[in-house]
Protein backbone atom coordinates (compact mmCIF):
# COMPACT_ATOMS: atom_id res chain seq x y z
CA UNK A 1 0.00 0.00 0.00
CA UNK A 2 1.56 3.72 -1.30
CA UNK A 3 1.37 6.00 1.07
CA UNK A 4 1.20 9.55 -0.52
CA UNK A 5 1.91 12.98 1.19
CA UNK A 6 -1.12 15.13 -0.05
CA UNK A 7 0.97 18.59 -0.01
CA UNK A 8 3.81 17.07 -2.91
CA UNK A 9 2.00 13.94 -3.91
CA UNK A 10 4.89 11.72 -3.30
CA UNK A 11 4.83 8.15 -2.15
CA UNK A 12 6.77 8.43 1.35
CA UNK A 13 6.17 5.03 2.06
CA UNK A 14 5.29 1.49 0.84
CA UNK A 15 3.38 -0.86 3.35
CA UNK A 16 2.66 -4.29 3.28
CA UNK A 17 -1.15 -5.26 3.63
CA UNK A 18 -2.06 -7.30 6.18
CA UNK A 19 -3.19 -10.69 4.50
CA UNK A 20 -6.38 -12.76 5.43
CA UNK A 21 -4.34 -15.46 7.44
CA UNK A 22 -2.13 -12.48 9.32
CA UNK A 23 -5.36 -11.23 10.45
CA UNK A 24 -6.30 -14.74 11.72
CA UNK A 25 -3.61 -15.23 13.46
CA UNK A 26 -3.49 -11.67 14.86
CA UNK A 27 -6.99 -12.62 16.03
CA UNK A 28 -5.70 -15.45 17.61
CA UNK A 29 -2.70 -14.13 19.67
CA UNK A 30 -5.68 -11.14 21.02
CA UNK A 31 -7.91 -14.02 22.25
CA UNK A 32 -5.16 -15.64 24.20
CA UNK A 33 -3.51 -12.25 24.87
CA UNK A 34 -6.37 -10.54 26.43
CA UNK A 35 -7.04 -13.36 28.67
CA UNK A 36 -4.36 -11.96 30.70
CA UNK A 37 -4.64 -8.27 30.25
CA UNK A 38 -8.46 -8.85 31.64
CA UNK A 39 -6.98 -10.23 34.66
CA UNK A 40 -4.47 -7.62 35.86
CA UNK A 41 -5.87 -4.57 37.88
CA UNK A 42 -6.90 -1.41 36.56
CA UNK A 43 -4.28 0.26 38.12
CA UNK A 44 -1.98 -2.06 36.26
CA UNK A 45 -3.59 -1.27 32.98
CA UNK A 46 -3.63 2.39 34.09
CA UNK A 47 0.10 2.31 34.55
CA UNK A 48 0.74 1.02 30.69
CA UNK A 49 -1.80 4.23 29.01
CA UNK A 50 0.05 6.72 31.70
CA UNK A 51 3.61 5.67 30.61
CA UNK A 52 2.11 5.59 27.01
CA UNK A 53 1.25 9.08 27.68
CA UNK A 54 4.95 9.84 28.48
CA UNK A 55 6.41 8.91 25.50
CA UNK A 56 3.99 10.40 23.43
CA UNK A 57 4.97 13.34 25.37
CA UNK A 58 8.71 12.99 24.90
CA UNK A 59 8.10 12.52 21.06
CA UNK A 60 5.13 14.84 20.09
CA UNK A 61 7.56 16.41 17.48
CA UNK A 62 7.70 13.28 15.50
CA UNK A 63 4.39 12.17 16.26
CA UNK A 64 3.51 15.65 14.96
CA UNK A 65 5.19 15.73 11.93
CA UNK A 66 4.00 12.15 10.64
CA UNK A 67 0.87 13.40 10.69
CA UNK A 68 1.34 16.38 8.44
CA UNK A 69 3.59 14.31 6.14
CA UNK A 70 0.46 11.63 5.71
CA UNK A 71 -2.29 13.88 5.76
CA UNK A 72 -1.17 17.47 4.88
CA UNK A 73 -2.38 18.61 8.15
CA UNK A 74 -0.80 21.99 8.83
CA UNK A 75 2.11 21.01 11.74
CA UNK A 76 0.52 23.54 14.24
CA UNK A 77 -2.87 21.92 14.30
CA UNK A 78 -0.96 18.16 14.36
CA UNK A 79 0.80 19.35 17.76
CA UNK A 80 -2.45 20.01 19.18
CA UNK A 81 -3.96 16.93 18.06
CA UNK A 82 -1.38 15.08 19.62
CA UNK A 83 -1.66 16.77 23.00
CA UNK A 84 -5.21 15.80 23.24
CA UNK A 85 -3.97 12.31 23.88
CA UNK A 86 -2.37 13.70 26.89
CA UNK A 87 -5.12 14.84 28.19
CA UNK A 88 -7.18 11.56 27.66
CA UNK A 89 -4.97 9.91 29.87
CA UNK A 90 -5.11 12.52 32.33
CA UNK A 91 -9.43 12.04 32.45
CA UNK A 92 -8.74 8.20 32.74
CA UNK A 93 -5.81 8.73 35.36
CA UNK A 94 -8.50 10.69 37.12
CA UNK A 95 -11.33 8.71 36.72
CA UNK A 96 -11.35 5.30 35.25
CA UNK A 97 -11.36 3.56 38.58
CA UNK A 98 -13.86 4.78 39.96
CA UNK A 99 -16.12 4.45 36.40
CA UNK A 100 -15.57 0.65 36.53
CA UNK A 101 -15.19 -0.34 40.17
CA UNK A 102 -18.38 -2.61 41.39
CA UNK A 103 -21.44 -1.17 42.07
CA UNK A 104 -23.24 -2.35 45.23
CA UNK A 105 -26.55 -1.32 45.01
CA UNK A 106 -28.94 -3.52 47.94
CA UNK A 107 -26.41 -4.12 50.78
CA UNK A 108 -29.51 -5.40 53.63
CA UNK A 109 -28.51 -8.48 56.06
CA UNK A 110 -30.41 -11.14 53.70
CA UNK A 111 -29.61 -9.61 50.30
CA UNK A 112 -26.90 -8.34 48.35
CA UNK A 113 -27.09 -6.82 44.78
CA UNK A 114 -24.60 -5.49 42.79
CA UNK A 115 -22.76 -5.11 39.25
CA UNK A 116 -19.42 -5.80 37.95
CA UNK A 117 -18.45 -4.74 34.88
CA UNK A 118 -16.62 -7.15 32.62
CA UNK A 119 -14.41 -6.19 29.39
CA UNK A 120 -16.19 -7.32 25.81
CA UNK A 121 -13.05 -9.06 25.15
CA UNK A 122 -11.53 -8.46 21.83
CA UNK A 123 -13.12 -5.46 19.87
CA UNK A 124 -12.08 -3.91 16.36
CA UNK A 125 -11.27 -0.13 15.94
CA UNK A 126 -11.98 0.87 12.58
CA UNK A 127 -11.08 4.46 12.27
CA UNK A 128 -11.32 7.63 9.63
CA UNK A 129 -7.99 9.93 8.58
CA UNK A 130 -9.41 13.48 9.55
CA UNK A 131 -8.06 12.93 13.05
CA UNK A 132 -6.69 9.99 13.02
CA UNK A 133 -4.50 10.24 16.66
CA UNK A 134 -7.93 11.35 18.59
CA UNK A 135 -10.40 9.71 16.91
CA UNK A 136 -8.25 6.33 17.41
CA UNK A 137 -7.15 7.18 21.33
CA UNK A 138 -10.91 7.89 22.06
CA UNK A 139 -11.44 4.14 21.28
CA UNK A 140 -8.30 2.74 22.76
CA UNK A 141 -7.65 4.13 25.26
CA UNK A 142 -10.55 3.39 26.90
CA UNK A 143 -10.83 0.00 25.37
CA UNK A 144 -7.26 -1.11 26.82
CA UNK A 145 -8.14 0.00 30.75
CA UNK A 146 -11.29 -1.24 30.77
CA UNK A 147 -9.50 -5.20 30.25
CA UNK A 148 -10.49 -5.47 25.82
CA UNK A 149 -7.58 -6.38 23.60
CA UNK A 150 -7.86 -3.81 20.35
CA UNK A 151 -7.59 -4.71 16.93
CA UNK A 152 -6.80 -1.16 15.17
CA UNK A 153 -7.23 -0.80 11.84
CA UNK A 154 -6.61 2.70 10.81
CA UNK A 155 -7.55 4.87 7.93
CA UNK A 156 -5.40 3.81 4.43
CA UNK A 157 -4.46 7.28 4.73
CA UNK A 158 -3.12 7.59 8.18
CA UNK A 159 -1.77 3.98 8.61
CA UNK A 160 1.60 5.88 9.31
CA UNK A 161 0.12 7.38 12.27
CA UNK A 162 -1.58 4.25 13.40
CA UNK A 163 1.61 2.14 13.81
CA UNK A 164 3.20 4.93 15.54
CA UNK A 165 1.29 4.74 17.96
CA UNK A 166 1.17 0.83 18.08
CA UNK A 167 5.24 1.45 18.70
CA UNK A 168 4.86 3.35 21.99
CA UNK A 169 1.87 1.11 23.22
CA UNK A 170 4.23 -1.58 22.93
CA UNK A 171 6.84 0.47 24.99
CA UNK A 172 4.56 1.32 27.11
CA UNK A 173 4.32 -2.50 28.25
CA UNK A 174 0.84 -3.16 26.56
CA UNK A 175 1.63 -6.26 25.58
CA UNK A 176 1.94 -7.27 21.59
CA UNK A 177 -1.10 -9.62 22.02
CA UNK A 178 -3.27 -6.91 23.72
CA UNK A 179 -3.31 -4.24 20.64
CA UNK A 180 -2.28 -5.10 16.82
CA UNK A 181 -2.60 -2.23 14.52
CA UNK A 182 -3.57 -3.82 10.89
CA UNK A 183 -2.42 -2.32 7.51
CA UNK A 184 -5.40 -1.83 4.56
CA UNK A 185 -7.99 -0.51 3.17
CA UNK A 186 -11.61 -1.02 2.76
CA UNK A 187 -11.26 -4.73 2.23
CA UNK A 188 -9.30 -5.32 4.90
CA UNK A 189 -12.26 -3.70 6.89
CA UNK A 190 -14.97 -6.23 5.24
CA UNK A 191 -12.73 -9.09 6.53
CA UNK A 192 -12.75 -7.89 9.96
CA UNK A 193 -16.36 -7.39 9.80
CA UNK A 194 -16.44 -11.08 8.45
CA UNK A 195 -14.36 -11.97 11.42
CA UNK A 196 -14.97 -13.21 15.16
CA UNK A 197 -14.61 -10.07 17.32
CA UNK A 198 -16.86 -8.91 20.22
CA UNK A 199 -17.60 -5.41 19.44
CA UNK A 200 -17.42 -3.18 16.36
CA UNK A 201 -16.38 0.37 17.18
CA UNK A 202 -16.60 2.51 13.83
CA UNK A 203 -15.22 6.18 13.20
CA UNK A 204 -15.60 6.85 9.71
CA UNK A 205 -18.58 7.98 7.00
CA UNK A 206 -22.38 6.93 7.13
CA UNK A 207 -22.21 4.65 4.32
CA UNK A 208 -19.81 2.72 5.81
CA UNK A 209 -21.22 2.71 9.01
CA UNK A 210 -24.38 1.54 7.52
CA UNK A 211 -22.58 -0.99 5.64
CA UNK A 212 -20.83 -2.05 9.27
CA UNK A 213 -23.64 -2.20 10.98
CA UNK A 214 -26.06 -4.26 8.58
CA UNK A 215 -23.17 -6.58 7.72
CA UNK A 216 -22.32 -7.46 11.74
CA UNK A 217 -26.10 -7.49 12.72
CA UNK A 218 -26.66 -10.96 13.18
CA UNK A 219 -23.31 -11.13 15.57
CA UNK A 220 -25.76 -9.30 18.25
CA UNK A 221 -22.26 -7.70 19.69
CA UNK A 222 -22.10 -4.07 20.49
CA UNK A 223 -21.38 -1.62 17.56
CA UNK A 224 -21.00 1.85 17.79
CA UNK A 225 -20.77 4.62 15.26
CA UNK A 226 -19.27 7.81 15.13
CA UNK A 227 -19.91 8.58 11.23
CA UNK A 228 -20.36 12.27 9.56
CA UNK A 229 -22.60 15.56 10.30
CA UNK A 230 -23.65 18.68 8.76
CA UNK A 231 -23.23 21.17 11.72
CA UNK A 232 -25.16 24.02 11.88
CA UNK A 233 -24.48 27.40 13.26
CA UNK A 234 -26.84 30.65 14.30
CA UNK A 235 -25.50 33.86 14.71
CA UNK A 236 -28.47 35.74 16.41
CA UNK A 237 -29.10 39.04 16.13
CA UNK A 238 -27.55 40.35 19.58
CA UNK A 239 -24.03 38.57 19.88
CA UNK A 240 -22.26 41.30 21.83
CA UNK A 241 -19.34 41.93 18.77
CA UNK A 242 -19.90 40.67 15.20
CA UNK A 243 -16.37 40.82 13.96
CA UNK A 244 -15.45 38.18 16.80
CA UNK A 245 -18.61 36.14 16.55
CA UNK A 246 -17.14 36.18 12.76
CA UNK A 247 -13.41 35.26 13.68
CA UNK A 248 -15.03 32.16 15.79
CA UNK A 249 -17.05 31.11 13.01
CA UNK A 250 -14.34 30.99 10.32
CA UNK A 251 -12.01 29.18 12.89
CA UNK A 252 -14.70 26.33 13.03
CA UNK A 253 -15.52 26.16 9.50
CA UNK A 254 -11.70 26.22 8.40
CA UNK A 255 -9.87 24.33 10.59
CA UNK A 256 -8.34 21.16 9.36
CA UNK A 257 -9.13 22.73 6.31
CA UNK A 258 -12.85 21.52 7.25
CA UNK A 259 -12.15 17.65 7.48
CA UNK A 260 -13.70 17.86 10.79
CA UNK A 261 -16.50 15.72 11.67
CA UNK A 262 -17.84 18.49 14.03
CA UNK A 263 -16.94 21.37 11.51
CA UNK A 264 -19.24 23.88 11.24
CA UNK A 265 -20.93 22.90 8.01
CA UNK A 266 -23.45 26.18 7.63
CA UNK A 267 -23.98 29.27 9.02
CA UNK A 268 -27.43 31.23 9.64
CA UNK A 269 -26.93 34.74 10.14
CA UNK A 270 -29.76 37.25 11.38
CA UNK A 271 -30.75 39.94 8.77
CA UNK A 272 -30.06 42.62 10.90
CA UNK A 273 -26.13 41.69 11.34
CA UNK A 274 -25.56 39.74 8.06
CA UNK A 275 -23.90 41.83 6.04
CA UNK A 276 -21.99 43.03 8.63
CA UNK A 277 -20.73 39.30 9.65
CA UNK A 278 -20.08 38.53 6.12
CA UNK A 279 -17.20 41.25 5.89
CA UNK A 280 -15.69 40.21 8.71
CA UNK A 281 -15.93 36.69 8.21
CA UNK A 282 -14.58 36.86 4.34
CA UNK A 283 -11.78 39.74 5.43
CA UNK A 284 -10.91 36.77 8.15
CA UNK A 285 -11.13 34.14 5.58
CA UNK A 286 -9.17 35.74 3.34
CA UNK A 287 -6.37 36.60 6.01
CA UNK A 288 -5.66 32.53 6.21
CA UNK A 289 -2.03 31.27 5.63
CA UNK A 290 -2.47 28.30 2.72
CA UNK A 291 0.40 26.31 1.81
CA UNK A 292 3.37 24.22 3.11
CA UNK A 293 1.52 22.02 6.00
CA UNK A 294 5.16 21.65 7.57
CA UNK A 295 5.51 25.14 8.18
CA UNK A 296 3.94 26.13 11.65
CA UNK A 297 2.39 29.28 9.96
CA UNK A 298 0.23 27.58 7.70
CA UNK A 299 -3.45 27.16 8.62
CA UNK A 300 -4.89 25.91 5.69
CA UNK A 301 -3.01 22.71 3.80
CA UNK A 302 -4.56 20.00 1.32
CA UNK A 303 -7.04 18.16 1.46
CA UNK A 304 -5.99 14.66 2.58
CA UNK A 305 -8.01 12.85 -0.16
CA UNK A 306 -7.49 13.62 -4.10
CA UNK A 307 -11.40 12.42 -4.84
CA UNK A 308 -12.80 15.44 -2.50
CA UNK A 309 -11.51 18.63 -4.52
CA UNK A 310 -14.13 16.94 -6.97
CA UNK A 311 -16.51 16.87 -4.56
CA UNK A 312 -15.69 20.57 -3.06
CA UNK A 313 -16.12 21.64 -7.29
CA UNK A 314 -18.99 19.77 -7.60
CA UNK A 315 -21.31 21.94 -4.34
CA UNK A 316 -19.78 25.21 -5.57
CA UNK A 317 -21.44 24.72 -9.18
CA UNK A 318 -24.42 23.91 -7.81
CA UNK A 319 -24.57 26.56 -5.37
CA UNK A 320 -24.19 29.29 -7.82
CA UNK A 321 -26.90 27.45 -10.32
CA UNK A 322 -29.01 27.69 -7.97
CA UNK A 323 -28.06 31.30 -7.28
CA UNK A 324 -25.44 31.61 -4.29
CA UNK A 325 -22.98 34.11 -4.89
CA UNK A 326 -19.12 33.50 -4.10
CA UNK A 327 -17.59 35.70 -2.32
CA UNK A 328 -13.86 33.57 -1.70
CA UNK A 329 -12.32 30.91 -3.66
CA UNK A 330 -14.23 28.67 -5.37
CA UNK A 331 -11.76 26.01 -6.96
CA UNK A 332 -8.57 23.67 -7.10
CA UNK A 333 -5.33 25.48 -6.68
CA UNK A 334 -3.37 24.34 -9.55
CA UNK A 335 -0.10 22.62 -8.94
CA UNK A 336 1.18 19.77 -6.97
CA UNK A 337 -1.08 18.91 -4.32
CA UNK A 338 -4.19 18.69 -3.35
CA UNK A 339 -5.44 22.17 -2.41
CA UNK A 340 -8.79 23.89 -2.97
CA UNK A 341 -8.96 27.64 -2.11
CA UNK A 342 -11.11 28.79 0.97
CA UNK A 343 -14.53 29.30 -0.12
CA UNK A 344 -17.04 31.56 0.97
CA UNK A 345 -20.84 30.94 -0.68
CA UNK A 346 -23.76 33.58 0.52
CA UNK A 347 -27.00 33.78 -0.57
CA UNK A 348 -27.49 30.12 0.19
CA UNK A 349 -30.83 28.12 0.28
CA UNK A 350 -31.62 25.00 1.47
CA UNK A 351 -31.73 22.88 -1.64
CA UNK A 352 -28.33 23.44 -2.62
CA UNK A 353 -26.13 20.85 -1.75
CA UNK A 354 -23.68 22.81 0.14
CA UNK A 355 -26.31 23.41 2.86
CA UNK A 356 -27.76 19.66 3.50
CA UNK A 357 -24.45 17.54 1.97
CA UNK A 358 -21.58 16.60 4.09
CA UNK A 359 -18.29 18.97 2.78
CA UNK A 360 -15.54 17.85 4.76
CA UNK A 361 -13.79 20.79 3.09
CA UNK A 362 -12.56 24.30 3.11
CA UNK A 363 -16.27 25.83 1.82
CA UNK A 364 -18.88 27.41 3.65
CA UNK A 365 -22.36 28.47 2.74
CA UNK A 366 -24.43 31.50 4.38
CA UNK A 367 -27.62 31.70 4.65
CA UNK A 368 -29.78 35.00 6.13
CA UNK A 369 -32.43 34.15 8.35
CA UNK A 370 -35.42 36.82 10.00
CA UNK A 371 -36.06 34.68 13.31
CA UNK A 372 -35.34 32.36 15.64
CA UNK A 373 -37.87 30.28 14.56
CA UNK A 374 -36.66 30.11 10.83
CA UNK A 375 -33.08 29.42 12.25
CA UNK A 376 -34.57 26.28 13.53
CA UNK A 377 -36.27 24.93 11.29
CA UNK A 378 -33.31 25.32 9.20
CA UNK A 379 -30.84 24.21 11.51
CA UNK A 380 -33.53 21.19 12.10
CA UNK A 381 -33.46 19.91 8.53
CA UNK A 382 -31.44 17.33 8.29
CA UNK A 383 -30.66 13.34 8.45
CA UNK A 384 -27.56 14.22 10.45
CA UNK A 385 -27.63 15.07 14.56
CA UNK A 386 -23.83 15.78 15.59
CA UNK A 387 -23.68 19.24 16.60
CA UNK A 388 -25.54 22.55 16.65
CA UNK A 389 -24.08 25.40 18.06
CA UNK A 390 -25.52 28.99 18.52
CA UNK A 391 -23.99 32.17 19.28
CA UNK A 392 -25.89 34.87 21.56
CA UNK A 393 -25.63 36.92 24.50
CA UNK A 394 -28.66 35.42 25.80
CA UNK A 395 -28.30 32.21 27.32
CA UNK A 396 -31.78 31.57 27.68
CA UNK A 397 -32.14 32.56 23.96
CA UNK A 398 -29.96 30.49 22.42
CA UNK A 399 -30.65 27.61 24.75
CA UNK A 400 -34.23 27.51 24.08
CA UNK A 401 -33.57 26.91 20.54
CA UNK A 402 -30.59 24.40 21.57
CA UNK A 403 -33.22 22.55 23.55
CA UNK A 404 -35.09 21.57 20.45
CA UNK A 405 -32.64 20.00 18.32
CA UNK A 406 -32.20 16.54 17.88
CA UNK A 407 -28.27 16.32 18.33
CA UNK A 408 -25.77 15.00 20.28
CA UNK A 409 -23.83 18.04 21.29
CA UNK A 410 -25.38 21.87 22.19
CA UNK A 411 -22.94 24.86 21.58
CA UNK A 412 -23.75 28.42 22.92
CA UNK A 413 -20.95 30.68 21.96
CA UNK A 414 -18.54 27.84 21.01
CA UNK A 415 -18.17 25.44 18.33
CA UNK A 416 -15.76 22.10 16.43
CA UNK A 417 -15.26 21.14 20.62
CA UNK A 418 -14.75 18.05 21.75
CA UNK A 419 -13.88 17.71 26.28
CA UNK A 420 -13.24 14.37 27.69
CA UNK A 421 -15.53 15.44 30.16
CA UNK A 422 -18.93 15.16 28.14
CA UNK A 423 -19.68 11.93 25.60
CA UNK A 424 -19.35 12.32 22.00
CA UNK A 425 -22.47 11.12 20.12
CA UNK A 426 -24.43 11.31 17.32
CA UNK A 427 -28.22 10.84 16.16
CA UNK A 428 -29.76 10.01 13.23
CA UNK A 429 -27.22 9.43 10.15
CA UNK A 430 -24.09 10.60 12.56
CA UNK A 431 -24.10 7.91 14.76
CA UNK A 432 -24.60 5.53 17.39
CA UNK A 433 -23.44 5.41 20.70
CA UNK A 434 -20.63 7.70 22.75
CA UNK A 435 -17.26 7.97 23.09
CA UNK A 436 -15.58 9.77 26.06
CA UNK A 437 -16.66 10.29 29.55
CA UNK A 438 -18.28 7.41 31.66
CA UNK A 439 -20.62 6.43 28.92
CA UNK A 440 -17.38 6.28 26.90
CA UNK A 441 -15.81 3.39 29.38
CA UNK A 442 -18.94 1.81 29.81
CA UNK A 443 -19.18 1.22 25.85
CA UNK A 444 -16.42 -1.10 26.12
CA UNK A 445 -17.66 -3.47 29.48
CA UNK A 446 -20.75 -5.37 29.92
CA UNK A 447 -22.62 -5.08 33.06
CA UNK A 448 -22.93 -8.10 35.41
CA UNK A 449 -25.69 -7.90 38.05
CA UNK A 450 -25.05 -10.32 41.38
CA UNK A 451 -27.88 -11.11 43.92
CA UNK A 452 -26.55 -12.49 46.23
CA UNK A 453 -28.15 -14.30 49.41
CA UNK A 454 -25.97 -14.71 52.44
P1 LIG B 1 -14.72 6.01 5.41
O1 LIG B 1 -16.07 5.53 5.77
O2 LIG B 1 -14.38 6.15 3.98
O3 LIG B 1 -13.60 5.06 6.03
C1 LIG B 1 -13.50 4.82 7.43
C2 LIG B 1 -12.83 3.49 7.67
O4 LIG B 1 -13.66 2.45 7.20
C3 LIG B 1 -11.49 3.34 6.97
O5 LIG B 1 -10.59 2.74 7.87
C4 LIG B 1 -11.81 2.42 5.81
O6 LIG B 1 -10.73 1.66 5.36
C5 LIG B 1 -12.87 1.53 6.42
N1 LIG B 1 -13.74 0.82 5.48
C6 LIG B 1 -14.07 1.18 4.21
N2 LIG B 1 -14.90 0.25 3.66
C7 LIG B 1 -15.10 -0.70 4.62
C8 LIG B 1 -15.85 -1.91 4.67
N3 LIG B 1 -16.57 -2.36 3.65
N4 LIG B 1 -15.82 -2.62 5.82
C9 LIG B 1 -15.13 -2.19 6.90
N5 LIG B 1 -14.38 -1.08 6.90
C10 LIG B 1 -14.37 -0.33 5.78
O7 LIG B 1 -14.55 7.40 6.18
P2 LIG B 1 -13.29 8.40 6.16
O8 LIG B 1 -13.24 9.10 4.86
O9 LIG B 1 -12.08 7.70 6.66
O10 LIG B 1 -13.71 9.43 7.30
C11 LIG B 1 -14.42 10.61 7.06
C12 LIG B 1 -15.79 10.52 7.68
O11 LIG B 1 -15.68 10.23 9.07
C13 LIG B 1 -16.57 11.82 7.60
O12 LIG B 1 -17.90 11.56 7.24
C14 LIG B 1 -16.50 12.35 9.03
O13 LIG B 1 -17.55 13.22 9.37
C15 LIG B 1 -16.52 11.09 9.82
N6 LIG B 1 -15.96 11.27 11.17
C16 LIG B 1 -16.80 11.24 12.25
C17 LIG B 1 -16.31 11.46 13.53
C18 LIG B 1 -17.23 11.46 14.73
O14 LIG B 1 -16.72 11.48 15.83
N7 LIG B 1 -18.54 11.46 14.57
C19 LIG B 1 -14.96 11.69 13.72
C20 LIG B 1 -14.12 11.71 12.60
C21 LIG B 1 -14.63 11.50 11.33
Redesign the pocket.
Same mark, same amino acid.
Given at each position: MQIINPATEEIISELQVTSKDELRSVLDSLREGQKAWAQKSIEERLECIIRFGEFIQLNVNELAEILTLETGKPLQQSLNEIKGAQNRVEHLRQNAEKWLAPETLVDSGSTHEKIMYEPLGVIAN??????PYN?GYNVFLYALVAGNSVLY????FATLTGKQFEKYLWQAGIPENVFQCVVG??KL??Q??EADLNGYFF *????? *?GL??AKTVAHKLVPVQL????KDPLYIMDDVPDVKQAAINAAEGAFYNNGQS?CAVERIYVSEKIHDEFVDAFVTEVKSYKIGDPTSLETFVGPLTRKQQLKVLENQVTDALNKGAILLSGGKEIKGKGYYFEPTVITNCKHEMAVMNE?S?GPIIGIQKVSSDSEALRLMSDTEYG?TAAVFSSDEQRALGLLNQLNVGTAYWNCCDRVSPNVP?S?RNN??LGSTLSTQGIRAFVQPKSYHLRP
Open positions: ISAWNFVKPSEDGGQIL *TGSHG *THIELGGCEFLWGSG
